[in-house]
């Protein structure tokens, strides 16, 4: 069937036509709108004018007021300092010495100059020995309005610079050799990762372990849990990125690592972050169901990342001195009292080392303490280790408020018993072992 032509399609005017057929629209006439009442003009004014000035002020206030957080680093020369590969040891006497007196120096120059409100934190994070001097390599961090971004920067130098004129005291310091830049967040935090012993996020107060209380979120970085076959079964303390060191009695059972996985953040479950086990090595001279040469070391299959909440905890050299009196805390998810019930928030208590004569006294552990262990808590009782703590750190603040591990969880009388405080395998003493093992 062919289909007929309707003819061509058009239009003129206001008039449409298809073919010879002709219709016409009639289109509505539309009446022109009534002008807005001025008091309606004006509102719509203000409110634009309203919104715009708002706008302003609060880029005017992100721009001048509100403060931003600032990463430096930088560095200096301290001159007069005869070699000394020690110095180069994050952990070694030389290195904390001078890193607390320079320390101390940028403090007092901060916090006595004109930008001391701007000031928030500084650190010596490495030192390097030349033949006759050290450099210092420091980590800083300021807040200050964007718009005075570069002024601050300028400032910070300048007080730098006038520390390091000054020579008041025993130290030489050279001016000229000072290096300062800007970094960003992630760079900061990567630098203070990498070092031992730095708490990222602390808790200003110790408020259960038995007599402890809960543990902040990345408070003890370190910290990890032991699992068998996915159930907590022993603390352990993260000394790099592949090794960690718990009690050797943890593995009386099997030290088969297939059995075993370990974590880390402040809850056993869910893990904030997981490894498998590759190896377990025990102290060869660990003997099962006695105490002396209690300590292991755990190989994970793959490298822990460092990062806020999880970074390994400084060991101490063989040679350093924890004395009794001195303020260390004990961390775990072991039992709130003997037989007790189980956290599920990593817990924390703070004790004091007790000396280990008292300690060996007839009604504490009559002479069961050796010299490679050392005691931990109050005579008294109540804040101590307990059932599922075992492997877990027992660490100490030096004077920089860099944390090291002094004690790992052994032994004990039940616990928080009076006149039998817990008892810890001494790391110093198994500081050599630990080298030999890891190569830390």
Same mark, same amino acid.
Not at 241 to 254: G, M, P, S, W
Not at 330 to 348: D, M, R
């Given at each position: 069937m062919i289909r007929e032509p309707r003819g061509r399609q058009g239009s003129f005017g206001g008039t449409e036509y298809l073919g010879d057929e002709i219709s016409f629209i009639c289109r509505p006439v539309i009446a022109p709108r009534p002008p807005l009442p001025l008091w309606m003009i004006a509102l719509i004014v203000f409110g634009v004018l309203a919104i715009l000035g708002i706008t302003i002020g609060l880029l005017v206030h992100f721009l001048a007021v509100e403060n931003t957080t600032y990463y430096y680093q930088g560095s200096f020369k301290v001159l007069d300092i005869p070699y000394n590969r020690n110095y180069q040891k994050e952990t070694s006497l030389e290195n904390n010495h001078l890193s607390k007196i320079l320390e101390t120096k940028m403090v007092d120059a901060f916090q006595s100059s004109s930008i001391y409100r701007q000031y928030i934190n500084s650190q010596v994070i490495t030192l390097i020995p030349h033949n006759s001097s050290?450099?210092?390599?420091?980590? #800083?961090? !300021?807040?200050?309005?964007?718009? +005075?971004?570069?002024?601050?920067?300028?400032?910070?130098?300048?007080?730098?610079?006038? +520390? #390091?004129? *000054?020579?008041?005291?025993?130290?030489?310091?050279?001016?000229?050799?000072?290096? #300062?830049?800007?970094i960003s967040k992630v760079d900061a935090e990567k630098i203070i990762n990498n070092r031992c012993g730095i708490r990222a996020r602390m808790s200003a107060t110790y408020d259960r372990i038995k007599g402890g209380s809960n543990a902040q979120k990345g408070e003890w970085p370190w910290q990890a849990t032991l699992k068998k076959n996915g159930q907590h079964h022993c603390g352990a303390s993260l000394?790099?990125?592949?090794?960690?060191?718990?009690?050797?009695?943890?593995?009386?059972?099997?030290? =088969?690592?297939? =059995?075993?996985?370990?974590? !880390?953040?402040?809850r056993v479950n869910p893990p904030y972050m997981q490894r498998y086990v590759q190896q377990i090595i025990v102290h060869e001279d660990y003997i099962q169901g006695e105490h002396h040469d209690d300590i292991a070391v755990i190989q994970l299959s793959e490298k822990v990342l460092f990062q806020n909440d999880v970074h390994r905890v400084c060991l101490? &050299?063989?040679?350093?001195? $924890?004395?009794?009196?001195?303020?260390?805390?004990?961390?775990?998810?072991?039992? $709130?009292?003997?037989?007790?019930?189980?956290?599920?928030?990593?817990?924390?208590?703070?004790?004091?080392?007790?000396?280990?004569?008292?300690? =060996?006294?007839? &009604?504490?552990?009559?002479?069961?303490?050796?010299?490679?262990?050392?005691?931990?808590?109050?005579? &008294?009782?109540?804040?101590?280790?307990?059932?599922?703590?075992?492997?877990?750190?027992?660490?100490?603040?030096?004077?920089? *408020?860099?944390?090291?591990?002094?004690?790992?969880?052994?032994?004990?009388?039940?616990?928080? &018993?009076?006149?039998?405080?817990?008892?810890? +395998?001494?790391?110093?003493?198994?500081?050599?072992?630990?080298?030999?093992?890891?190569?830390?």
């Open positions: 050290v450099t210092a390599h420091i980590w #800083l961090v !300021f807040k200050a309005p964007r718009s +005075m971004k570069e002024n601050t920067r300028r400032r910070i130098e300048s007080v730098l610079r006038q +520390m #390091l004129r *000054n020579h008041a005291g025993s130290l030489t310091t050279d001016p000229n050799s000072l290096r #300062l830049m800007e000394i790099s990125e592949r090794y960690l060191v718990t009690a050797a009695h943890c593995f009386q059972k099997t030290k =088969n690592p297939k =059995n075993y996985t370990v974590s !880390f953040g402040t101490p &050299e063989a040679t350093q001195v $924890f004395p009794p009196g001195e303020g260390v805390v004990v961390t775990g998810w072991g039992a $709130f009292s003997y037989n007790g019930k189980y956290p599920e928030v990593l817990q924390k208590a703070p004790v004091k080392i007790i000396d280990t004569n008292t300690c =060996n006294a007839r &009604e504490g552990y009559d002479g069961l303490v050796s010299d490679t262990m050392l005691c931990a808590g109050y005579l &008294e009782g109540n804040k101590d280790a307990c059932q599922g703590d075992s492997g877990g750190p027992l660490v100490h603040p030096n004077s920089r *408020n860099i944390w090291y591990l002094v004690g790992i969880v052994s032994w004990g009388e039940k616990c928080g &018993e009076v006149n039998k405080p817990g008892v810890y +395998m001494r790391v110093t003493a198994y500081r050599n072992w630990i080298a030999s093992k890891t190569g830390i």
